[in-house]
């Protein structure tokens, strides 16, 4: 049985009173979203004969994405943050802006509020025996290749387990464990002294990796280093750069690799002067080149609910 009602004026008409489209009520932009998200479904559901079950299968998992906090999570996961970076990339083309280093998604797990050092910072606060130190370092420039003065550099990374502080399930780390911020000086330059990460994985029992299962799909990331770069004068950069040599790299369930974010990572010794936790170390160089604003602004800022705690 495959009826096809989508095209009838019933139908029609319901979607458009669900809307209220024909009101002067309500935000204008919301009811040209919902009446488009809604039909959008509608058709779906005739084009593909979905049963009732289901329809009420898939409503009980929204109920159970919003009970486990995941809705931000799913979103990296089905690519959804990933096709608004490659919007975002479209229109910087459009617009003539290259040059700068590139973005990649932001994630679900930044937290704001960790203090502003200036120019570098150690970030590992609590202890993990399973972690190597980890130096990653570099200078921000403007597209015009002068250091920028005065950018704040964040960086937020997973420990030796792949959680990240805040959002850990075993509650084990301290407020701002491997988050940092980092102002540069003159030249330019930030520095966090930390510890090397690992990738993270979905929280086994959550809505977003029942549907990755169903999918058959992994939900594991490589690991990865998050970063913030802000500053007066450019606009903000939101990347990430992954670890070398991680398996995942080219199957990160987030599809945030990019060639030019995987910066080489050297072996060093002489970690014991900087007073990292052993002698031999790892360092990476990250050097972060921003674009200008455009009109004086920055036109791709991007505002979404994140978690912050004040100090
Ligand atoms: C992460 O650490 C992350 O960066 C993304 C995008 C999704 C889940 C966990
Ligand atoms: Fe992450």
Redesign the pocket.
Known sequence: MSVKVFESKEVQDLLKAAANLESRDGDARAKQITHRLLGDLFKAIDDLDMTPDEIWAGVNYVNKLGQDGEAALLAAGLGLEKFLDIRMDAEDREADIHGGTPRTIE?P?YVAGAAVRDGTSRIDLDADDDAGPLVIRGTVTGSDGKPVTDAVVECWH?NSKGFYSHFDPTGAQSDFNLRGAVKTGADGQYEFRTLMPVG?GCPPQGATQRLLDALGRHGN?PA?V?FFVTSDKTRKLTTQINIEGDPLIWDDFAYATREELVPHVVEKTGGAALGLKADAYRQIEFNIVLTPLVQGKDNQLVNRLRAAITA
């Open positions: 994630g797990l997973a993270y990331r990865h998050h």
